[in-house]
């Protein structure tokens, strides 16, 4: 299977397209948990109960995941 990622909607794409920017920004000394991620999407003009949503269907899409209480971003294809 070549392309095996679950299709994310706009939203949630937008919403990771920011976590990445946050990752990136903090760099490999700061962890990032759920509730800075949530935090963080606030600042960007997400809704908290949509920045949870957003989160909760990234992880279970695959596109996040959670190690020890912290979050992960693997590459993307």
Same mark, same amino acid.
């Given at each position: 299977?070549?392309?095996?990622?679950?299709?994310?909607?706009?939203?949630?794409?937008?919403?990771?397209?920011?976590?990445?920017?946050?990752?990136?920004?903090?760099?490999?000394?700061?962890? !990032?948990? =759920?509730?800075?991620?949530?935090? &963080? %999407?606030? *600042?960007? $003009?997400? @809704?908290?109960?949509?920045?949870?949503?957003? !989160?909760? =269907?990234?992880?279970?899409?695959? &596109? %996040?995941? *959670?190690? $020890?209480? @912290?979050?992960?971003?693997?590459?993307?294809?």
């Amino acid at each position: 299977m070549e392309n095996s990622w679950t299709p994310i909607s706009s939203g949630e794409e937008d919403a990771l397209n920011h976590l990445e920017q946050y990752r990136d920004a903090a760099g490999d000394d700061q962890s !990032i948990t =759920q509730e800075d991620a949530v935090t &963080y %999407l606030m *600042e960007q $003009d997400v @809704e908290q109960t949509d920045a949870r949503a957003h !989160i909760k =269907q990234l992880l279970l899409k695959g &596109y %996040l995941y *959670e190690v $020890d209480g @912290e979050l992960r971003i693997p590459p993307r294809p």
